[in-house]
């Protein structure tokens, strides 16, 4: 069974810092491309971030361009999110996605982030 | 690529027929999933490559189009049915969702 598991939410204040991590099982790890996807309290889906399977490759979002950086562990089945230099709007469930080629087949639980004074 | 999906929601009766339109702004040669979002709750995966439905999905559900226009159809419409959906596009990158259509209980 594929499981993905979102951990590293929390409240952080604007200008912090904050790194989510997304822990996976019951599948090969290095043969997905991950994401992550997030959404804001009372708002649609928004894809932040993708990374390939090798990590060789990744894409972001224009609003989180210089701020967010996303990578892997294959060692570990892990995908990490650091985000830096958050702001309010930034404010959001993330969830960990697995991308199958043209579809994301499988999301975390989701981890709440909380960017408040 | 901007993907404008109507409408932005809709209420409805049980064993309606339902359905959503996603529209982009270029084409996107069939690279379109759909998901239902129910409250609290991860998105789901119904719908990938327009009109595949994904192992699971009830097959009351279905997806047609091609190009730039895409449909999500519910040809009998259950309890269980009630929520969001959403469209996305991954034939280019930034990936993009529609803005989600709410079905709600008429």
């Known amino acids: 069974e594929v499981q993905l598991s979102e951990s590293g939410g929390g409240l952080v204040q604007p200008g912090g810092s904050l790194r989510l991590a997304c822990a996976t099982s019951?599948?090969?790890?290095?043969?997905?491309?991950m994401a992550w996807v997030r959404q804001a309290p009372g708002k649609g889906l928004e894809w932040v971030s993708s990374?390939?399977?090798?990590?060789?490759?990744?894409y972001y979002t224009d609003s989180v361009k210089g701020r967010f950086t996303i990578s892997r562990d294959n060692a570990k089945n892990t995908l990490y999110l650091q985000m830096n230099s958050l702001r309010v709007d930034d404010t959001a469930v993330y969830y960990c996605?697995?991308?199958?080629?043209?579809?994301?087949?499988?999301w975390g639980q989701g981890t709440p982030v909380t960017v408040s004074s | 690529i901007q993907l404008t999906q109507s409408p932005s929601s809709l209420s409805a009766s049980i064993g309606d027929r339902v359905t959503i339109t996603c529209r982009a702004s270029?084409?996107?040669?069939?690279?379109l999933a759909w998901y239902q979002q129910k409250p609290g709750k991860a998105p789901n995966l119904l719908i990938y490559?327009?009109?595949t439905l994904q192992r699971g999905v009830p097959s009351r559900f279905s997806g047609s189009g091609y190009g730039t226009d895409f449909t999500l159809t519910i040809s009998s419409l259950q309890p269980e049915d009630f929520a969001s959906y959403y469209c996305?596009?991954?034939?280019?990158?930034?990936?993009?969702f529609g803005r989600g259509t709410k079905v709600e209980i008429k």
């Open positions: 996605a697995r991308v199958h080629v043209v579809c994301i087949d499988s």
């Open positions: 490559g327009a009109s």
């Open positions: 019951g599948f090969t790890f290095t043969t997905y491309a």
């Open positions: 996305q596009q991954l034939n280019s990158y930034p990936l993009t």
């Open positions: 990374i390939s399977g090798d990590g060789g490759n990744s």
């Open positions: 270029h084409d996107i040669n069939n690279v």
